[in-house]
């Protein structure tokens, strides 16, 4: 069973740069759509980002949109989001999340909590103003 992973998570100052990284063990996740979502404090968890599989195809929630990115090392099971121009409001436990998908939904991009079998167990960003 594939398990994640996140890390790179931290503390920083509003305006600053951030990369979390998601690697996945137990087996090969090469065919795994990869999520990123969000839960601040009080808050429901939200989407944030998504790769499809093949990596072609990315999706990004508006409040993110232009300052972070997200990208995939298949070689290395591993899936990256960068986020720049931090503000304080990005601040929450950030999630990676995937799921198998089948060749010809490679180019998918999952974006509700739901459609993801796989979650890790979160990385804390914080974002002082």
């Known amino acids: 069973q594939v398990q994640l992973v996140e890390s790179g998570g931290g503390l920083v100052q509003a305006g600053d740069s951030l990369r979390l990284s998601c690697a996945a063990s137990?087996?090969?996740?090469?065919?795994?759509?990869k999520g990123w979502f969000r839960q601040a404090p009080g808050k429901e968890r939200e989407f944030v980002a998504a790769?499809?599989?093949?990596?072609?195809?990315?999706y990004y929630a508006d409040s993110v949109k232009g300052r972070f990115t997200t990208s995939r090392d298949n070689a290395k099971n591993t899936v990256y989001l960068q986020m720049n121009s931090l503000k304080p409001e990005d601040t929450a436990v950030y999630y990676c999340?995937?799921?198998?998908?089948?060749?010809?939904?490679?180019?998918?991009?999952?974006?509700?909590?739901?459609?993801?079998?796989?979650w890790g167990q979160g990385t804390q960003v914080t974002v002082s103003s």
């Open positions: 999340a995937g799921v198998p998908l089948r060749y010809s939904r490679r180019n998918y991009v999952p974006k509700q909590d739901d459609e993801y079998d796989y």
């Open positions: 137990g087996g090969t996740a090469s065919n795994y759509a």
């Open positions: 790769i499809s599989w093949s990596g072609d195809s990315t």
